[in-house]
Structure formats: structure tokens, C-alpha cells
């Protein structure tokens, strides 16, 4: 009975220590440093193997002409929020990225863009999954 009071006792002043440690930790945000703002990288050649090439170069070597792929209904989501889309509105963008022709998925990501449409987060990542697989057969045409 005696240990499990000492216990229990001492699991209250460390529970009191952290939670005092938090509070004053919460109260002094001025104090802390500020973070440097990064400095801006030159932009160097993507070579295209990359996930995160092709997620920043869809864009890239691109005229502002926009081409439609027969997607003129996406233009209704012009500047919405990605994550406000429902499940009929993100199979709306995922039939018309299935039925693209494969030669045509990059530019419909870039007309995307350029339209200032965001794409749902699980389209946009078969976007980029499947862009990454046509790049990789272009080099690797085994």
C-alpha cells in the first residue's frame, strides 16, 4: 500500500513539473529566436527522375497558352480548396485524367495549373506517379 502511494505521489509532481514546465514555456514565445528567413536556392536543371522535380516542373519550359482536354467542367473549380472536394467531384477530375492519352497526362497537369485549378491530394498524387513512370520508360525503354 505504501509503494503504490509513493508512486502514485511521485508521478503527481512530475505531471505538476511538466505541466508547469509547459505553461512557462507557452508564455515566453518573444524570447525564443526568430528563425532566419531561408535564402533563395538558384534554380538548378531538373533533370525529371525526381518526384520533387516533377512536382515543381509541370510548369517548367511551358507558354502561357492554355489547352484544353475536353475537362472545360473542371473550370467550375477554379480557386476552390483541394480539401473541399467530395467523392463525385474528385472521380469528375480522376475520369478525365484516365481516359487522357498517355502522351497527354503532362500537359493536362500543366493546364491544370495554369487555369489555377488545384488538383484533389489523391489525383494529384496518381498525376505525379504516373508522369514519373512515363519518364522513367522514356529513359528506361526496356
Request: aromatic letters at 6%.
Amino acid at each position: 500500500m505504501e509503494v503504490s502511494l509513493i508512486i502514485i505521489g511521485a508521478l503527481a509532481i512530475v505531471g505538476i513539473a511538466l505541466y508547469l514546465h509547459d505553461r512557462y514555456a507557452r508564455r515566453k514565445p518573444s524570447q525564443q529566436e526568430e528563425e532566419p528567413e531561408p535564402q533563395p536556392q538558384e534554380q538548378e536543371e531538373c533533370c525529371g527522375m525526381h518526384i520533387t522535380c516533377e512536382r515543381d516542373s509541370l510548369l517548367a519550359s511551358v507558354s502561357e497558352t492554355i489547352e484544353y482536354y475536353d475537362d472545360e467542367e473542371l473550370d467550375a473549380f477554379k480557386g476552390r480548396d483541394p480539401e473541399s472536394y467530395t467523392d463525385d467531384e474528385i472521380e469528375q477530375f480522376r475520369d478525365v485524367l484516365l481516359t487522357l492519352l498517355p502522351q497527354d497526362i503532362a500537359g493536362w497537369g500543366r493546364s491544370i495549373q495554369l487555369r489555377g485549378i488545384e488538383l484533389p491530394p489523391a489525383v494529384r498524387e496518381e498525376l505525379l506517379m504516373i508522369v514519373a513512370e512515363a519518364r522513367h520508360d522514356a529513359v528506361n525503354p526496356n
